[in-house]
């Protein structure tokens, strides 16, 4: 294994719009690609895509964020298949509506169990590989919805509020190996989730975001906004006082 | 005032229904702008979430919308429910020492064009703009300037794999189904989604072309030039069409073979028109000094130049949303093609209508087309095509009631594509399998869950 060997970017969640973009840039950089998900029909049409596209490999894998007791042997079958440094892109999560999760204990759990619970055990299965390898980036998409808690959608922004710290911690313990991590405070990006929502402000392409994605993800890690306008926007919202912040209908 | 209320909530919870359901409340519009249509629209990402949007709420009618560069009506179904195609826009297989390829319908020339002519591969026809998917090039059987050699898109399709409104999901082909087949190619989406195009790309030996381009002083000018270049690869004419007279149907005719030697990538970036222009900036001297212009750009003597296949194939993509030049009330495209023999006498007659009524034309596009398309309602004829834009203003039907008049006379027809003005009764009169099509439709619609404001203008649909 050569520090110049291609590495491998396993897509976690790999059906979605945004993973799928970026999976077509890390591809055009000539990395290999393991997609991971539920979905198998579609990775499948995913991988033949970007290899004949980019002529890199590419292969689904069966992968579930709710089945926590599988993500052991899951990371053990993507080490083995990507022979070489592994990269990590974490994009699955769910967005119900609020008032559904409300009503509905089991649409709440799930959410928690999907978006936080979930990625915390395959990242921790994921740690071991990572620190042994001594290099690569972790790429974890994080969203503006975890800053302040809103009417609309706290409890998803709890999911991603939560995430968020669990990341700092670990991306302290990779670092000692050389690993970095990358936390992606997202902003609304033109997907399936979105698509039926009302007009959304700032909002981005999922091959915009990718590109922004790919170039933060070759330097440095850390937190970072994306598109970067959220960093102003969420800065003056962090800081509303609570009085005024309640009043507001955002 | 109650009873407004009760509506009001009833309008919100409808909303949130669709919203539940994945759908959207949008407003679509065909690439010539001169209408827009209120429906729901779904847009899938997966094969998964395209089976779901089949379930159309309220019992609203259904079309897919793939690149949205069909002109006028063919493309939006006003009140019913469109499905978004251009996510599902994956390259499924392909095969280098066939050029056999196959992709989702969202996938664009312009990805053609980017992953396989580095590799020596090229579609096998195209239309003007990169923008079209490969849904919509098998619902239109769309052509380009290559189609006196290489026919129309349909003719090079193996096999698809289509989404009937029942939910199956058959393959169709001349073996298999083969009516639905010739009905689903050229059949605008009204026969269902097709979810698979497999066709037969064409080796190209370099990424460019040698264009020739000469200067043509008049119509007999043109026809003779055609003719002579019966055997050119590619070939198409740019009229002027606002010269009349002794130079009506000026231009220039544009010939190009496949070039040994490539050309480094165009290095342009594509600018967009940034805004509507308003309604005068376009006018008969405008126009006139820009079609004139155009003409004189080739030097009297002609000229020979090597050409990357984009810059060839896709003049105007260049420049983005170039439809906004038309302004807001934006423009129909006239495109009709003639017979040969009294297509002659008929191409004489468009053009002088169109000269004398002397609306802002930009360049008109003349070519000559070969064998007649596969597809119950193809387009193609042996025979001329022209085609032009005109801006919309009152008045026009007039116009484009002259310009079907004499296209029906000639036993031409026009093409569906481009059309937002063809009459119900001339449809039926320039597409005789029309019967047949709707027969076809019948049989895997029977309901009638597909439809289009243009089928309901032509009569296909209630």
């Keep these: 294994m050569s520090a110049t060997m291609q590495p491998t970017w396993l897509m976690l969640g790999a059906s979605s719009a945004v993973a799928r973009a970026f999976a077509q840039e890390a591809a055009a950089h000539g990395a290999g690609i393991l997609l991971a998900g539920r979905d198998m029909e579609d990775l499948e049409r995913q991988a033949a895509d970007l290899s004949i596209r980019h002529d890199v490999p590419a292969a689904p894998v069966p992968f579930d964020a709710r089945d926590t007791a599988s993500h052991a042997a899951f990371v053990e079958d993507c080490a083995a298949r990507a022979g070489g440094p592994l990269n990590v892109f974490l994009a699955f999560g769910v967005m119900p509506d609020q008032a559904e999760a409300d009503r509905d204990p089991a649409i709440a759990a799930g959410m928690v169990e999907a978006n936080f619970t979930g990625a915390t055990t395959v990242l921790a299965a994921l740690a071991p590989v990572l620190e042994a390898q001594k290099q690569g980036v972790v790429v974890a998409l994080g969203s503006v919805a975890g800053d302040r808690g809103r009417p609309r959608n706290y409890l998803y922004g709890a999911t991603k509020a939560a995430l968020l710290t669990y990341l700092q911690g670990y991306a302290a313990r990779l670092s000692r190996s050389g690993v970095r991590v990358l936390c992606l405070k997202a902003g609304p990006v033109d997907t399936a989730m979105t698509w039926p929502l009302p007009k959304l402000p700032f909002m981005t392409t999922p091959r915009g975001f990718a590109a922004g994605a790919w170039k933060l993800a070759q330097k440095g890690g850390g937190g970072a906004y994306l598109p970067r306008i959220w960093w102003p926007v969420m800065t003056i919202i962090r800081s509303l006082p609570t009085r005024i912040f309640n009043k507001l209908d955002i | 005032m109650s009873d407004t209320m009760t509506e009001e909530r009833a309008a919100a919870e409808a909303a949130e229904a669709h919203r539940a359901a994945g759908w959207k409340q949008v407003s679509l519009q065909g690439w010539g702008r001169s209408s827009a249509a209120p429906c729901l629209a779904a847009r899938p990402e997966r094969m998964r979430e395209l089976m779901a949007a089949l379930d159309v709420p309220e019992g609203r009618t259904l079309l897919p919308y793939g690149g949205g560069r069909a002109y006028g009506d063919q493309a939006l179904n006003t009140g019913g429910a469109a499905v978004l195609t251009g996510r599902l826009d994956r390259i499924l ?80 082909s001349d073996e298999e189904e083969p009516a639905l087949f010739r009905a689903t190619i050229g059949g605008m989406g ?27 002083r008049n119509l007999d000018d043109f026809l003779a030039g055609f003719a002579a270049a019966a055997d050119a690869t590619w070939s198409v004419g740019w009229i002027d069409a606002l010269a009349g007279g002794a130079s009506l149907g000026r231009g220039i005719l544009e010939t190009a073979e496949p070039s040994e030697t490539g050309v480094a990538l165009p290095a342009g970036k594509t600018k967009a028109f940034p805004l509507e222009a308003p309604s005068w900036a376009l006018n008969r001297m405008s126009v006139k000094a820009f079609n004139a212009l155009y003409w004189r750009r080739v030097p009297e003597a002609g000229r020979q130049q090597l050409q990357h296949y984009g810059k060839f194939l896709y003049p105007l993509d260049a420049v983005l949303h170039w439809n906004r030049m038309y302004g807001r009330r934006g423009f129909h495209q006239f495109q009709c093609v003639l017979p040969f023999g009294p297509g002659e006498m008929a191409l004489r007659r468009l053009l002088e209508t169109i000269s004398a009524a002397g609306d802002a034309s930009f360049l008109a596009v003349l070519k000559v087309m070969g064998r007649p398309g596969r597809g119950l309602l193809s387009f193609a004829l042996p ?19 002259s310009l079907e008049r004499i296209t029906r006379e000639a036993g031409g027809r026009i093409y569906l594509a481009k059309d937002s003005l063809l009459s119900a009764e001339g ?20 309901e009638g869950r597909f439809s289009s404001d243009m089928a309901k203008r032509l009569g296909l649909a209630a």
């Excluded at chain 2, 698979?196 to 381009?213: E, K």
């Excluded at chain 2, 009169?429 to 029977?446: K, T």
């Design chain 2, 93 to 172: 297989a392909f095969d280098p020492a066939s050029g056999l390829v196959v992709t989702e319908p969202g996938v664009t020339f312009a990805d053609l064009l980017r992953v396989f002519l580095p590799r020596g591969w090229l579609a096998p026809t195209s239309p003007g703009t990169a923008f079209v998917t490969m849904g919509g090039a098998v619902a239109n059987d769309v052509h380009g300037k290559n189609h006196h050699r290489a026919g129309s898109f349909g003719d090079h399709v193996l096999w698809l794999d289509l989404l009937l409104p029942d939910g199956r999901q058959i393959r169709i």
């Design chain 2, 190 to 216: 009204l026969t269902g989604i097709i979810t698979a195009v497999c066709f037969r790309m064409q080796p190209v030996p370099s990424n460019a072309l040698t264009v020739q381009s000469r200067r043509i």
């Design chain 2, 383 to 401: 025979g001329y095509s022209l085609a032009l834009d005109i801006p919309a203003r009152p008045g026009l039907r007039g116009l484009f009631a």
């Design chain 2, 427 to 446: 449809f039926w009169e320039m597409y005789p399998e029309a019967q047949r099509f709707q027969e076809i439709r019948h049989s895997v619609d029977p």
